[in-house]
């Protein structure tokens, strides 16, 4: 397998945010007075925020306008991030183990911008890539695979060569999508979740998937 570029998502993979969106979701159901549906909620995970602010409204039929929803939500999770972001284990040293590799590094991630560069901020990942892509820079989210070809476009290397690093169902959909090779490290939140578009790969953990990687000839 030829491998120039790492492509990584980040809320649930690289970043321990899952359970701060879900605190900001929570407080977002009891202000519109709803009860939490859980098969609602497991369609938003690797989503655009926007897309899955979309999801809650359609699922709850709330009467409210979109864009309104988007704000509130959007506010309340960047709260919730604020001083609460950590690295999930491996994360910081698989990042290095590409860059020192020589590979292409990218970072793929549904979030805003403003909450992607948040979380890197906070979890000391600033800076470790060459490119970031986020929900704010395609029209699709995942499951579609416009933001992993745009990652692999800004980086300058041919899809077929990359690799992607994915939590949740969408994200590897996505990747498999634009014709990379995939590899799932479900989290907590994921790990029971239906991966319908299968994944080259599942690994426990992102220190896992150095060993991966070394078995494919990288860094070694």
């Known amino acids: 397998m030829k491998i120039a570029a790492l492509i990584f998502d980040m809320d649930g993979l690289l970043v321990d945010t899952e359970h701060l969106?879900?605190?900001?979701?929570?407080?977002?159901?009891?202000?519109?007075?709803?009860?939490?549906?859980?098969?609602?909620?497991?369609?938003?995970?690797?989503?655009?925020?926007?897309?899955?602010?979309?999801?809650?409204?359609?699922?709850?039929g709330l009467p409210h306008a979109l864009p309104d929803l988007i704000t509130d939500y959007a506010d309340m999770?960047?709260?919730?991030?604020?001083?609460?972001?950590?690295?999930l284990p491996g994360a910081k040293e698989i990042v290095q183990f590409g860059i020192d590799a020589g590979l292409r590094i990218g970072l793929a991630s549904s979030g805003m911008r403003d909450q992607v560069q948040l979380s890197l901020d906070e979890a000391g990942l600033a800076g470790m890539f060459e490119v970031q892509v986020t929900g704010d820079d395609v029209a699709?989210?995942?499951?579609?695979?416009?933001?992993?070809?745009?990652a692999?476009?800004?980086?300058?290397?041919a899809p077929a060569t990359c690799v992607v690093f994915e939590d949740a169902p969408a994200g590897i959909a996505s990747a498999v999508g634009a014709g990379m090779h995939a590899i799932a490290v479900p989290n907590d939140h994921s790990r029971d979740m239906p991966f319908t578009v299968p994944a080259d790969v599942t690994?426990?953990?992102?220190?896992?998937?150095?060993a991966w990687l070394q078995g494919q000839g990288v860094g070694v």
């Open 21 to 60: 969106a879900y605190a900001a979701m929570d407080a977002f159901l009891v202000k519109y007075g709803l009860d939490r549906r859980q098969e609602i909620h497991d369609q938003m995970l690797g989503r655009r925020l926007p897309d899955a602010v979309a999801i809650i409204r359609e699922g709850y």
């Open 77 to 87: 999770r960047k709260q919730a991030l604020i001083g609460n972001v950590v690295t």
């Open 140 to 150: 699709h989210g995942k499951p579609a695979p416009d933001i992993y070809l745009k």
């Open 152 to 157: 692999a476009e800004e980086l300058g290397v």
């Open 203 to 210: 690994v426990e953990s992102l220190n896992d998937a150095i």
